[in-house]
């Protein structure tokens, strides 16, 4: 059973980091005969022996189907899986269980919200999002526009990748129906003050939902304190296994959603000309639910709580620093944003020199990192990019990781002068 992690003054305790390593197996492979440097953490993040153990005890020793099952296996599976959603309300401290639901990705969560919001828009209204959204939070509300004449508006950054409160002022107007908006950029590491846009929003009765497969991996989350209606995570980027994400939503907007999918397991009558819809978590948990994927999730997430995440921060964030110094001494090379309090992750590029060809010439240094896009369009055009590289930091990285790095740049550079 994954029980939450609970602890006093974690912050006490000096940080391990090589302690920490060592509860990741793939970290201490090699590739091209050079030790891994893994600074793709963005994108996914490695996953710790407690998590992996966690996923085999599940299949080997507790495996069947959850709910309406008598027998031992499916009682003891239905045990473990509510535990973990258990778990992740801890982890956001949500105000009750009923208030989490399990999807297969935060896309599939955002998109399931804007399902559900469909029938309160009407042409003319408004949606505000931020400039630096990911695709996964831009394309549901496209499809809002496209079927119901929504108009999306846009809360732009500024040449630091800084985003205010001012500009949030100015775009939440008497037509908006929803502010939808990013907890961490994923290009820039910019974090949007959400606790003041949902005061704001809410003010005039907008809900909110926060995006944050990017913030409940660098930020301790508290739903409650933060004031939004909905927050979406995925597993994998948090240490957990792929194939669920997180959607918290609030008691009474899920009380007032149509369910996303239908099946088994969100009705509670059907007839052949009638249905009764399961109250949620359930109603948008159609069919059978990532079981062991929820239960490798709460051991992942339990595993983050014992560190402790104020501490993961930190070092997140001596990290960014200790990196920017290195990397703002190599030539020819631009940072992407550097908005005070970002989290741990650089986007960069060096002047004439295309990301992928800098991500694979590294790449034969051991070093990992993300080139492209980043599944953020807009927001790469209002830099004047058409593609960066990006290298993310996660809790078991190094200085002398970053150094790899710096060093892998520079040989990178020198190769095309």
């Known amino acids: 059973m994954n029980a939450p992690f609970n602890s006093q003054d ?31 953490n963005g994108a996914s993040a490695q996953k710790p022996t407690a998590m992996l153990e966690a996923v085999h005890r599940a ?40 208030e989490i639901i399990f999807t297969r990705s935060a896309t599939e969560a955002i998109n399931l919200v804007s399902y559900g919001f469909e029938q309160e828009i009407g042409e003319g209204d408004e949606i505000v999002l931020t400039i630096m959204e990911h695709h996964s939070n831009l394309v549901p509300w496209h499809f809002l526009r496209e079927r119901r004449g929504a108009k999306l508006v846009f809360v732009p950054v500024g040449d630091d990748g800084s985003i205010s409160m001012d500009e949030f002022e100015k775009a939440i107007g008497p037509r908006t129906k929803l502010v939808a908006i990013t907890h961490m950029s994923n290009v820039l ?22 995006d944050g497969s990017q913030g409940a991996v660098h930020l301790n989350v508290d739903v409650q304190d933060i004031g939004c209606d909905f927050y979406i995570f995925t597993g994998h980027k948090v240490y957990g296994p792929t194939g669920i994400g997180v959607l918290y939503g609030r008691g009474e907007r899920l009380d007032a959603m149509r369910p996303f999918n239908g099946g088994g397991e969100m009705i509670i009558e059907v007839t052949e000309d009638s249905v009764t819809y399961n109250a949620p978590p359930h109603r948008f948990e159609a069919g059978t639910p990532p079981i ?20 993961i921060s930190a070092h ?19 940072i992407y944003g550097n908005a005070p309090g970002k989290g741990g ?24 990192v993300r080139a492209g896009t980043h599944c953020a369009q807009p927001l790469l055009k209002r830099f004047g990019a058409t593609s960066t590289c990006r290298a993310s930091f996660a809790l078991y990285n190094t200085r002398a990781e970053v150094d790899s790095l710096a060093e892998a ?9």
């Open 292 to 311: 062991v994927q929820a239960i490798g999730l709460a051991a992942s997430l339990n595993y983050m709580m014992s560190i402790g995440r104020d501490r």
């Open 316 to 334: 997140e964030h001596d990290l960014l620093s200790y990196a920017t110094d290195r990397l703002s001494a190599i030539n020819s090379l631009r």
């Open 59 to 98: 299949y080997s020793e507790e495996y069947a189907n959850v709910h309406r099952g008598l027998h031992f296996l499916s009682n003891a599976a239905t045990e473990a899986f509510e535990a973990s959603r258990e778990t992740v309300r801890h982890f956001l401290n949500a105000s009750s269980v009923d």
């Open 189 to 210: 590491g910019t974090v949007t003050p959400v606790k003041d846009v949902c005061a704001l929003a809410q003010a005039h009765g907008i809900p909110v939902l926060v």
């Open 10 to 40: 974690l912050d006490q305790r000096p940080y391990d980091v090589e302690a920490i390593r060592r509860d990741f197996p793939i970290l201490s492979r090699t590739v091209y005969g050079k030790p891994l440097v893994y600074l793709d």
């Open 409 to 417: 740049l520079e040989k990178a550079r020198r190769f095309f002068a």
């Open 345 to 368: 992750i650089i986007s960069f590029d060096l002047e004439g020199i295309h990301s992928h060809d800098v991500a694979m010439l590294i790449d034969r240094e051991g070093v990992a």
